[in-house]
């Protein structure tokens, strides 16, 4: 009897699972590994902020104050429609001008000054403290001072003013002028004026101020004393300093 070969299937096996990369790389060779880093968020510094904001609200401050000022100026010129005040040398006499055996020179001057403020709504002070002074050239020939008084609206005063001096060494000064004499027949004087003042708006009186006035005379004559000194050039220049 014939052998019967029985030939019964094979199960297929599964292959083992091989992987991509061969075991025996390295890790290292499998390529750079991945780090991953924190995120940080910076915050600007809480000092920085403060100042910023300091800064801001002092420039505000100040922007404001300086529109309400100049707010305020608008209405007050529009309401009281400022000018300025005018001044005019108008006679000058002379009592005394002489050089003593000691060449100190005695001046004595008497000035006639018109003050004018041609404002409606306001008035001036005159106050203490005011310093009126005679020069030729750089030397001071005599001085004085102005009275206390009010001058109101619109109104003209007229001052009489007594100026005396003393100068030293006043030979040179006496041959000085007696040569501008010749040669111009005039001599140049200036006339310098600081008076402090207060100025009334209305019904409010405001913070003392100073006036301060420069006049350029020319003159025909001082050498000698004399009544009759004419003026013929006068020119006032008037200044306000706070």
Known sequence: MSDH??????????????????????????????????V??????????????????????????????AITIGILYLVFR????KYSVDQLRISQFNVSDNNNLYASFNVTITARNPNKKIGIYYEGGSHISAWYMDTQLCEGSLPKFYQGHRNTTVLDLPLTGQAQD???????LQDQLQQTNN??????????????????????????????????????????????S?????RLRL
Request: charged share 25%; hydrophobic share 40%.
């Open 5 to 38: 070969q029985r030939i019964h299937p094979a199960h297929d096996v599964e292959a083992p699972h091989r992987p991509l990369v061969p075991g025996n790389i390295a890790k290292s060779d499998r390529g750079p590994p991945r780090r991953t880093f924190p």
């Open 40 to 69: 940080i968020h910076s915050k600007p510094p809480k000092k920085r902020s403060c100042c910023c904001r300091f800064l801001c609200w002092t420039f505000s401050m100040l922007l404001i104050l300086i529109i309400a000022i």
């Open 82 to 85: 400022p000018k300025l005040p």
């Open 170 to 176: 006043a030979s040179g000064l006496q041959t000085r």
């Open 187 to 232: 001599i140049p004087l200036n006339l310098k004026v600081n008076q402090p003042v207060r100025v009334k708006l209305g019904k409010l009186k405001l913070f003392k101020v100073k006036f301060r006035v420069r006049c350029r005379l020319v003159v025909d004559n001082i050498l000698g004393a004399s009544n009759d000194i004419r003026i013929s």
């Open 234 to 238: 006068s020119r006032c220049k008037f």
